[in-house]
């Protein structure tokens, strides 16, 4: 099966063919200077007919486009629940219209987090298993679950994708998304600039010479033997461990595959999380494998194929 594929981040859309497990054709489009998803959409159309026209399909010829979208949806009618900060247009917009009128082909739109473990599970770090929860680390914790070999979505299309807002500090820093303490908030590189500044002895450590505080600012500070970096760092890698038991807790899988940025940084970080989870997590069963992600930034691509063919 041959299938278009868009994974919409938050400044750019990359955007593909894929035919089972390869991706034919790739084109990554900025959205910098786009207005909303409304004024991205032409964009990525066009792309799309690019990237058709170099693998040698006409677009008409793919069995449909499996859109990944950063926020919540519903997956039954292909229109946007809920945004974060982006895309804030996109509930008003008929996407399923859209992709009929400029590609030729059926919209199946999902969750993008939902869409890279399909993708790691067709083809990457969880192919062969039915019972799967990703974890993405970066700028945002994300996160999704398959169990029994269903991408596991909920009444309301939100189950298993909010796991980075699993509470990891109930007396901890406030969140985005109006919680207290969430995995998010005590360790993703959007809220580590606060986290650095509150930890003790901050405006002494060399962290506070960097103009950007990132995980890679503090994971090289800490190798080189920062004691601010180095607390810093410990922390995070127990937020995330803390929620890696509580997500194996929440819906019992096999594999937990973890991806995202923080993982270029160094070999720590899967070590850690996986030696918290075979401490900590009660599965009499046996033990969670814990893997790295296979695919980056193409996993949501990769899910296009089993999404389109999903029943
Ligand atoms: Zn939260």
Known sequence: MRALAVDLGGSH???AVVADRDVVARETVSLEAARGLAGALPAIAEALLRVAARAGVAAGECAGLAFGFCGLVDSSTGRVLSTNAKYDDAPGLDLPGWCRAALGVPLRLENDARLALLGERHAGAAR???DVVMVTLGTGIGGSAMIGGRLLRG????????GGHLVADFEGRPCTCGGVGCVEAEASTW??????RAMPGYATSALARHERLDFEA????AAAGDAVATAVRDRCLRVWAAGAVAMVHAWDPEVLVIGGGVMREGGAVLPAIEAHVHAHAWTPWGQVAVRAAALGERAALLGAVPLLQER
């Not at 009444?155 to 909010?162: I, N, P």
């Open 13 to 15: 859309a990359s955007c």
């Open 128 to 130: 062969g298993f039915d």
């Open 155 to 162: 009444k309301h299309f939100q189950a298993g994708v909010l």
């Open 218 to 221: 503090v994971f090289g500070e």
């Open 191 to 196: 809220a580590l600039p606060g986290i650095c």
